[in-house]
Nanobody, 126 residues
């Protein structure tokens, strides 16, 4: 079993930055794809970013490309999301996710991820 705990969310003004962290515990997960998703009120959960175990394959949603950066530390079992130039439309609950069934071909879809954190709220004021 894998447990994921996000932190680092909060309230920030437009143009500001936040760094989200996701700590994993439980069974070894260093070789799994790691992803970040978000869900705004009344909207479906959407892909934000994902990275394979080596960092070779990294994807970003068009809406965050160039502003967000995903990274991971396989020794510490951590994954991070650096968010810069935040916009009000980035307001959402952010979730980290992982799982053994996710591949580089499927990592933008939430359906393949078997493990999810509880989420952390990010609110960007205008």
């Amino acid at each position: 079993q894998v447990q994921l705990v996000e932190s680092g969310g909060g309230l920030v003004q437009a143009g500001g930055s936040l760094r989200l962290s996701c700590a994993a515990s439980g069974r070894t997960f260093s070789h799994y794809v790691k992803g970040w998703f978000r869900q705004a009120p009344g909207k479906e959960r959407e892909f934000v970013s994902a990275m394979d175990w080596s960092g070779t394959n990294t994807l970003y949603a068009d809406s965050v490309n160039g502003r967000f950066t995903i990274s991971r530390d396989n020794v510490k079992n951590m994954v991070y999301l650096q968010m810069n130039s935040l916009k009000p439309e980035d307001t959402a609950v952010y979730y980290c996710a992982t799982g053994p069934s996710v591949t580089t071909a499927t990592m933008t879809s939430p359906t393949g991820y078997g493990y999810w954190g509880q989420g952390t709220q990010v609110t960007v004021s205008s």
